[in-house]
């Protein structure tokens, strides 16, 4: 199993680690991420603006702390020029600021299912952006019910943060559209990936 970097750092367009990254192959998340990614050949260097203030949420995949960005910057993204990124720039390209962005980017990552792109998945569930729970829920048949049961169980506390998440903004914003709290669709998502960890 690879060695997770701690924490994800954006230095002058270039995102780095400060943890030594592994050159060995493994099971859960590829070397190459680690090398492409983290040393900045991944093509989000070019297009993170280094300069918007960042926090991280901390997640365990496969007993390996990892944090994903809340948000990062991506001025000047086009929709061609995602597509174009590897799929762990992708991955972070989902906490873009922009909610058009990151729904584009979530597209682009769904398919992928692997131990270390479910929570950039996962974490849109919780969001106040109703499309991307939508989206989710509408991919949940293609989606790798034991990699994200996996995620789930591990992560039982951020789960229940973002149902929270979830509830709160269906209770502001979407009671309207959906009466039922249980129609809500970040909710659903959450319910049955917490179905698929039982």
């Not at 948000?71 to 989902?94: M, N, Q, Y």
């Not at 709160?168 to 709290?181: L, N, Q, V």
């Amino acid at each position: 199993m690879a060695c997770l970097p701690r924490a994800v750092k954006v230095y002058h367009g270039v995102v780095e680690s400060p943890t030594t990254i592994p050159r060995r192959r493994s099971r859960g998340l590829s070397a190459r991420l680690s090398r492409d990614c983290y040393r900045g050949r991944s093509g989000v260097e070019t297009i993170v603006d280094d300069t918007y203030r960042q926090h991280s949420t901390r997640l365990d995949v496969r007993g390996k702390d990892v944090y994903v960005p809340t948000r990062l910057h991506f001025p000047g993204l086009s929709a061609t020029g995602l597509l174009d990124l590897p799929l762990a720039a992708r991955c972070l390209v989902t906490r873009s600021t922009d909610g058009h962005v990151r729904q584009r980017a979530l597209n682009s990552i769904l398919e992928a299912n692997f131990a270390w792109s479910a929570p950039f998945v996962v974490i849109l569930a919780g969001e106040y952006v109703v499309e991307l729970a939508q989206d989710i829920q509408s991919a949940m048949p293609t989606l790798d019910r034991e990699v994200y049961a996996n995620f789930v169980r591990e992560n039982r506390a951020a789960i229940a943060k973002l149902r929270a998440r979830a509830t709160s903004y269906w209770d502001c914003y979407y009671r309207a559209d959906f009466p039922e709290r249980s129609g809500f669709p970040g909710l659903a998502v959450l319910r049955e990936l917490e179905r698929w960890a039982n």
